[in-house]
């Protein structure tokens, strides 16, 4: 898994959570 795929995972949940 890329920094970049981990990048777009975190900005997912933290998106979902606001």
Same mark, same amino acid.
């Given at each position: 898994m890329t !920094?970049? !795929?981990l990048n @777009? &995972? @975190?900005l997912n949940l933290i998106?979902? &959570?606001t």
């Open positions: !920094s970049f !795929s @777009l &995972f @975190l998106a979902y &959570f």
